[in-house]
């Protein structure tokens, strides 16, 4: 393998990641990519005794089962979110918490706010009537992003299965583009698992004080699934996405009392305070970077790229970070 195709490997990499994010293929390459790590993974349990036949058609019927959960799970979280029980229920919770603090919030303040909930939902439906075809667009582009994750899924089954078949020599730039389609695999595993051990303990922290300590107290935070759920998967975003559920949690809670919500704030600034830790030791620990070189990394990719380069920067810099080390460069 020739520096020459090492380098057009590199060149050809960093342009597929721009292409990636420019065109919001980022959903696709995402679910094709855990596709491709947990049907390894599975696969790789199947006894070697087995023919090759066997192999052949198990990996096949493995692949098939994979994408089909990780669709299923993705659809049922995603329906759940969008049912009446969810974005619906939601706004009813925003407008009585509107409404409660109204009546509290200092004169100059209060008169900012609608004066009633009825007033906030008709603001809210004029607010749809004039962007209706936004809206439309919004629609669209969810039944087109949808497709392309089930194209995601389908090309990532397909490399998970030739990554296992025997195959004759290739040519040093295949070769060169499979060591960075390598360590690419290699990362996203090692950033996507870590994460999701991460976001699990902030959740069950999260929902020890939601479902459990306020309660004792007396408290009783509406929409307290729904919280739990939205905590797990903002936080499988690194930092920032506590943050972002520490925020709802904070604003719910103010609208039960200032102390309710004081209590909150402490609470959670606890165990963001402790994400920075377990960060440090589990992310940090996979692929040597720590709490604030991620950090780093999702505020440069955000304000070059918005929130898709948010998404993809702690996978994009561990992957940069094993590329320097092949070349011994760190």
């Not at 990499?13 to 599975?42: D, E």
């Amino acid at each position: 393998m020739t520096q020459k195709n090492v380098l057009t490997s590199y060149i050809l990499a960093l342009v597929a990641v721009l292409l990636v994010i420019l065109f919001h293929l980022l959903p696709a390459v995402i679910a094709g990519l855990a596709v491709h790590v947990l049907t390894g993974k599975v696969a790789r349990k199947l006894p070697a005794h087995w023919s090759s036949m066997a192999h052949e058609v198990a990996l096949g019927l493995v692949a098939l089962l994979v994408a089909t959960g990780l669709f299923g799970v993705g659809f049922g979280l995603w329906s759940f979110l969008h049912s009446h029980h969810g974005l619906t229920a939601l706004f009813s919770v925003v407008a009585e918490t509107v409404d409660h603090l109204k009546r509290t919030l200092p004169a100059n303040l209060a008169q900012l706010l609608p004066d009633t909930v009825d007033e906030l939902q008709a603001r809210l439906a004029d607010l749809v009537r004039e962007h209706g075809r936004h809206l439309s667009a919004v629609g669209m582009e969810g039944v087109l992003t949808l497709a392309h994750v089930l194209l995601g899924m389908v090309v990532g089954g397909m490399t998970a299965l030739h990554s296992f078949a025997a195959t004759s020599s290739s040519p040093p730039l295949a070769s060169a583009l499979s060591a960075r389609l390598g360590n690419l695999t290699d990362s996203f595993e090692k950033v996507v698992f870590a994460q999701v051990k991460i976001s699990l303990l902030n959740t069950v922290l999260t929902a020890l004080y939601l479902a459990v300590i306020l309660p004792l107290c007396g408290v009783h935070l509406p929409m307290v699934t729904l919280l739990i759920l939205f905590t797990f998967l903002s936080g499988m975003l690194p930092v920032v996405g506590n943050l972002l559920s520490n925020a709802v949690i904070v604003v719910i809670s103010l609208g039960i009392s200032p102390g309710v919500g004081g209590a909150s704030t402490v609470f959670l600034v606890l165990i963001h305070k402790l994400e920075y830790f377990t960060n440090a030791r589990i992310v940090g620990g996979e692929v040597h970077a720590r709490a604030w070189e991620l950090l780093c990394a999702m505020l440069v990719m955000e304000a070059m790229f918005g929130i898709g380069g948010m998404v993809a920067a702690p996978i994009v810099y561990a992957w940069l970070k094993s590329e320097l080390k092949m070349q011994k460069l760190v």
